[in-house]
């Protein structure tokens, strides 16, 4: 009865380091102009191993939606949040399909080709 008697509530885990794209911004190398001053970052940069790792995990991740009939429909690394030891979490489910519900299967193609064709094609 949750929802009818009190509002809905939904817990997720909590991420300690954000979004994937702020978390990216604050550890990217910056070019400073004047060489003699030492580099100040806020966080350590990230190696090319960090990133590959990164890109893995969402893969699976997305492998895994794609082998439970789920179409995520808004991967951006805003909607992806990275965890304590760098552990990469998929959310922001609000626009996600299944793919029953995503691809819909016509019977007439002759239909389907007519109404998503230019004009030009039945001039001649």
């Known amino acids: ?6 509002p809905l509530q939904v817990v997720v885990e909590y991420a300690p380091h954000g979004n994937l794209r702020d978390f ?3 550890r990217r190398p910056t070019q400073l102009s004047d060489k003699s001053s ?6 350590p940069c990230l190696s090319r191993s960090d990133l590959l790792n990164f890109g893995l995990q969402v893969a699976r991740g997305m492998e895994y939606l794609s082998l439970r009939s789920i179409v995520h429909r808004d991967l951006a690394a805003r909607n992806i949040l990275v965890g304590r030891n760098f552990v990469i979490k998929i959310a922001d489910f609000g626009l996600t399909r299944s793919v029953s519900d995503y691809y819909r299967k016509t019977s007439d193609v002759s239909q389907l080709l007519a109404r998503h064709s230019c004009k030009a094609t039945f001039i001649n």
């Open 38 to 43: 030492p580099r100040k970052l806020l966080a």
């Open 1 to 6: 009865m949750i929802g009818f008697v009190c």
């Open 24 to 26: 990216l911004r604050l």
